[in-house]
């Protein structure tokens, strides 16, 4: 079965014409001629009367165009869907994330942008988000201190501070920033040693011969602030994850080597997607407008 001939029947049946329905088409009113013809001596059959006005579904034209009408209806919805989503008319974006405030504002800019566009937010800690992506269950992320790999496109979107967390009241909560040395032999309640902003403190407390005492390793930043706000040790996040938490104060660490870069992702050759780029291009508006 040819669908090109189908096609052409259904635009003739839906017409009334010929010539309208090689307009429909885009293509020559000989060329819907002719595989009207092909279908038709195929099949042994003859689709339409040709008046001098127009074209007149057979019995057997009938039967079938209820088949093709259908059909064909299904298929320029489709073409609807497929343009609006071109348009960002309409779609869905997954994104990939491993803290979701510095995300938020880039959700915000996209909503007012482009309202008929649903996200889908998959959060995880740094290796989840990375491997989502490469996995392709998410078409973009955002990943702290990513490294560079052949299947990525990164841009950067923010730079982040990692800030101790202590309970208001706390003799340290009125200071501007910190230096790691006055962490010394500080009890402490940290992520686990797989978190990126774990790690990077702990590098810097490496290098500056600075030994704090962990009390508690958790799982989640909520957790460390959760653990901070209620006196049990100093807490360690990034700036970018403290919220406006009035039970906590979060106080900078002094050190270039306390700081993560954040770049927002997706595979190379996904980066001229029309919704992904609207979705970088996003991303650097909401880092010029932090700036």
Same mark, same amino acid.
């Given at each position: 079965?040819?669908?090109?001939? @189908?096609?052409?029947?259904?635009?003739?049946?839906?017409?009334?014409?010929?010539?309208?329905?090689?307009?429909?088409?885009?293509? !020559?009113?000989?060329?819907?001629?002719?595989?009207?013809?092909?279908?038709?001596?195929?099949?042994?059959?003859?689709?339409? $009367?040709?008046?001098?006005?127009?074209?007149?579904?057979?019995?057997?034209? #009938?039967?079938?165009?209820?088949?093709?009408?259908?059909?064909?209806?299904?298929?320029?919805?489709?073409?609807?869907?497929?343009?609006?989503?071109? +348009?960002?008319?309409?779609?869905?974006?997954?994104?990939?994330?491993?803290?979701? /405030?510095?995300?938020?504002? @880039?959700?915000?800019?996209? $909503?007012?942008?482009?309202?008929?566009?649903?996200?889908?937010? =998959?959060?995880?800690?740094?290796?989840?988000?990375?491997?989502?992506?490469?996995?392709?269950?998410?078409?973009?992320?955002?990943?702290?201190? %990513?490294?560079? /790999?052949?299947?990525?496109?990164?841009?950067?979107?923010?730079?982040? #501070? =990692?800030?101790?967390?202590?309970?208001?009241?706390?003799?340290?909560?009125?200071?501007? +920033?910190?230096? $790691?040395?006055?962490?010394?032999?500080?009890?402490?309640?940290? #992520?686990?040693?797989?978190?990126?902003?774990?790690?990077?403190?702990?590098?810097?407390?490496?290098?500056?011969?600075?030994?704090? +005492?962990?009390?508690?390793?958790?799982? !989640?930043?909520?957790?460390?602030?959760?653990?901070?706000?209620?006196?049990?040790?100093?807490?360690?996040? !990034?700036?970018?994850?403290?919220? %406006?938490?009035?039970?906590?104060?979060?106080?900078?660490?002094?050190?270039?080597?306390?700081?993560?870069?954040?770049?927002?992702?997706?595979? %190379? #050759?996904?980066?001229?997607?029309?919704? =992904?780029?609207?979705?970088?291009?996003?991303?650097?508006?909401?880092?010029?407008?932090?700036?």
């Amino acid at each position: 079965m040819n669908l090109f001939q @189908l096609r052409a029947f259904d635009a003739v049946a839906r017409e009334g014409s010929f010539t309208r329905a090689a307009g429909r088409l885009c293509i !020559s009113q000989p060329a819907v001629t002719g595989h009207i013809k092909a279908l038709e001596e195929r099949y042994d059959l003859v689709l339409f $009367r040709r008046t001098a006005r127009a074209a007149e579904l057979t019995p057997q034209g #009938r039967a079938l165009a209820e088949l093709t009408g259908p059909l064909f209806g299904l298929v320029e919805q489709a073409e609807d869907l497929l343009e609006a989503n071109r +348009t960002l008319v309409s779609g869905r974006v997954e994104i990939a994330v491993d803290s979701p /405030h510095i995300v938020m504002p @880039l959700l915000a800019r996209l $909503r007012a942008r482009h309202p008929g566009i649903v996200v889908g937010l =998959i959060l995880g800690n740094a290796a989840d988000t990375r491997e989502a992506l490469l996995s392709e269950r998410a078409s973009v992320a955002v990943l702290t201190e %990513a490294e560079a /790999h052949p299947d990525l496109h990164l841009a950067q979107i923010a730079v982040s #501070r =990692i800030c101790a967390v202590v309970p208001r009241g706390h003799p340290l909560a009125d200071r501007e +920033t910190l230096d $790691r040395a006055e962490l010394d032999g500080a009890a402490m309640v940290l #992520r686990e040693p797989t978190s990126v902003t774990r790690r990077t403190f702990d590098r810097a407390c490496r290098a500056g011969g600075v030994a704090p +005492t962990v009390l508690m390793e958790l799982d !989640s930043r909520e957790a460390v602030i959760e653990a901070a706000a209620a006196g049990i040790g100093i807490g360690i996040v !990034s700036s970018l994850e403290c919220g %406006a938490d009035t039970r906590i104060a979060a106080i900078p660490i002094a050190g270039a080597d306390l700081s993560n870069r954040h770049a927002i992702a997706c595979l %190379a #050759r996904r980066r001229n997607l029309r919704l =992904i780029r609207a979705v970088f291009g996003l991303a650097t508006e909401t880092d010029e407008a932090a700036r």
